[in-house]
């Protein structure tokens, strides 16, 4: 493996605080040294002037539909969009066919995810069996087998009893129980957030309350079970409330919030167009500043794509009847940068933490998220200033339900370094 120098860029580095112009060597995969004005003979350069090098962002919450969906996504092609978009490691939810419930299918997820070079994708167990609320699954084993945290993907786990059995075990291999928090009984057959915008489309609402519901009940049992609860992508201010609330107290709570979710709110939905139904639903502009604010004081922890491809075929029915969820891979670090660095004042250091050591403490792995001699050499570049359109025929996804299509971005990544290779690299200008 040839060596690799990368030159001039701005290093930002949260684990150790590091905000300095450096350069970073690699060799056979690893950083070997992060100095200025670096010489090293027989390596191939880099020049990353006027970008930031960032360690490799790691995305927390993805579907990447193998094995049982692969016309709608692989772990390949899910991991060729990862890399587009500057992540280099994805955790892959058990939304597959079958459910990953047992060390079989995390075996399976585990071997095919090392066939490819794009990225590292870490698989995510089920909580219960088949995600159906019913029998826990094979926790265990599938900690054993590689899985780094449960969750039963978009389904929430309704009995508050097998929650609480969960929790106790998942604590006992120390693995993050990760819950969509959503009162089913409170969702119903909801479409869209609960407010104007489903009585403009005659749409059943998904009160906020739904949301909420299921955070305050796992902060409760997980101040009870000591498990590591984690909230996935929050959606209304209320329960960024909740969770800044048990953090004070000192309840192992974590959480985090999908891009979209503070980019978009429910006065963007243009009408019945199926790809602005995301689950939870974009909610209120007041929710949107409550995330942002969640985001910069530290209550929530992580920015996640949420990346949903559905097929065109399963995607473009009526909006009723139409699955929840967009691809988010390819856009969630630019929208970031949209929402947050552009929008809104927030630090540069903050926002790569969200994508790095963030997710990391999330799932208790020091080893990801960080630029220090003898690590792994995965980095993000950010160009905090590119100009680039997403286009359905630029993306690597299989899917293409994105409302992000057409759109001209300022701000996203400029080039992926996975173990030690630059896997993408910005070709627009």
Not at 138 to 165: Q, Y
Not at 268 to 279: E, L, T
Not at 295 to 315: E, R
Not at 354 to 375: C, N, Q, S, W, Y
């Amino acid at each position: 493996m040839a060596r690799l120098l990368i030159r001039n860029g701005r290093v930002i580095d949260p684990a150790s605080k590091l905000d300095e112009r450096l350069d970073i060597l690699i060799d056979e995969g690893y950083i070997e040294r992060v100095e200025a004005n670096i010489e090293a003979a027989h390596a191939e350069v880099f020049d990353a002037e006027g970008l930031i090098v960032a360690p490799g962002f790691i995305d927390l919450r993805a579907r990447l539909r193998e094995p049982g969906l692969e016309h709608a996504e692989t772990i390949e092609s899910g991991a060729k969009a990862a890399a587009a978009g500057g992540f280099t490691i994805v955790c892959a939810l058990p939304q597959t066919q079958p459910v990953n419930d047992s060390a079989t299918v995390t075996s399976f997820l585990v071997d095919r995810a090392a066939r490819q070079s794009y990225a590292t994708v870490l698989p995510i167990g089920a909580i219960t069996q088949g995600t159906e609320g019913e029998q826990l699954a094979e926790i265990g084993s599938m900690k054993a087998a590689g899985a780094v945290a449960v969750s039963d993907g978009d389904n929430t786990v309704m009995s508050a009893a097998l929650m609480r059995r969960a929790m106790r075990y998942a604590a006992s291999f120390d693995l993050t129980v990760i819950d969509h928090c959503e009162d089913v009984t409170l969702a119903a057959d909801g479409s869209v957030h609960d407010g104007l915008l489903s009585t403009r489309l005659g749409l059943t609402g998904i009160p906020g309350s739904a949301e909420e519901t299921i955070v305050g009940r796992d902060i409760i049992l997980s101040g009870e079970t000591g498990a590591r609860f984690h909230a996935a992508h929050l959606s209304t201010a209320a329960a960024v409330a909740m969770i800044r609330r048990a953090k004070a107290e000192g309840k192992p709570v974590t959480a985090e919030v999908a891009a979209h979710q503070f980019v978009l709110t429910a006065d963007d939905v243009p009408g019945y167009d199926s790809n602005y139904k995301v689950q939870p639903p974009l909610r209120e502009p007041a929710d949107a500043r409550a995330l942002i604010e969640g985001l910069l004081d530290g209550t929530i922890d992580a920015v996640v794509s949420d990346h949903s491809p559905h097929t065109g075929n399963v995607k473009m029915q009526e909006f009723e009847s139409c699955p929840f969820g967009i691809t988010g891979l390819e856009t969630a670090v630019a929208l970031a940068i949209e929402g947050l660095l552009h929008g809104a004042e927030f630090p540069v250091m903050r926002l790569v933490e969200l994508f790095t050591t963030g997710p990391a403490a999330v799932l208790r792995r020091v080893d990801m998220g960080r630029i220090e001699k003898g690590a792994v050499a995965n980095l993000t570049l950010l160009d905090l200033e590119r100009k680039w359109k997403f286009t359905p025929e630029g993306t690597h996804s299989i899917s293409r339900n994105s409302p992000f299509y057409g759109k001209t971005f300022r701000g996203g990544a400029a080039a992926t370094v996975y173990c030690g290779r630059v896997v993408w690299r910005a070709t627009e200008a």
